[in-house]
Nanobody
Framework: VQLQASGGGLVQPGGSLRLSCEPS????????IAWFRQAPGKEREGVSC?????????????YYSDSVKGRLTISRNNDKNMVWLQMNSLKPEDTAVYYC????????????????????WGQGTQVTVSS
């Protein structure tokens, strides 16, 4: 396992969770990191990503899918070798297994459009939003 995803769980609609992604075999300074999710019976979709920006985490660019924009926030701390996905105002349709993925790139750009761009994947963490 190259990436360790954690923080999932059961939460009521409107609640919050914070997912964590930590590489187990490399330092992430020069890697773009993304979160994808897969709901039962659906294809995996990109949720959010954050660029490496050549190791300058404070000015790294981030991207979000339209379905989560304004509710989810991705962030990174290279000193702690961690990426987080803060999830607020959760909805039942956010229920899915969430995966983090990494691609080595020193640019200030990342993608949530294609899984193939990412080289390393975590095992996934289940998020269930239900009353």
């Amino acid at each position: 396992v190259q990436l360790q995803a954690s923080g999932g769980g059961l939460v009521q609609p409107g609640g919050s969770l914070r997912l964590s992604c930590e590489p187990s075999t490399f330092t992430m300074d020069y890697y773009a990191i993304a979160w994808f999710r897969q709901a039962p019976g659906k294809e995996r979709e990109g949720v959010s990503c954050i660029s490496s920006n050549d190791g300058n985490a404070r000015s790294a660019d981030s991207y979000y899918s339209d379905s989560v924009k304004g509710r989810l926030t991705i962030s990174r701390n290279n000193d702690k070798n961690m990426v987080w996905l803060q999830m607020n105002s959760l909805k039942p349709e956010d229920t899915a297994v969430y995966y983090c993925a990494a691609h080595k790139s020193r640019g200030n750009w990342c993608s949530i459009r294609t899984e193939d761009w990412y080289d390393y994947w975590g095992q996934g963490t289940q998020v269930t939003v239900s009353s």
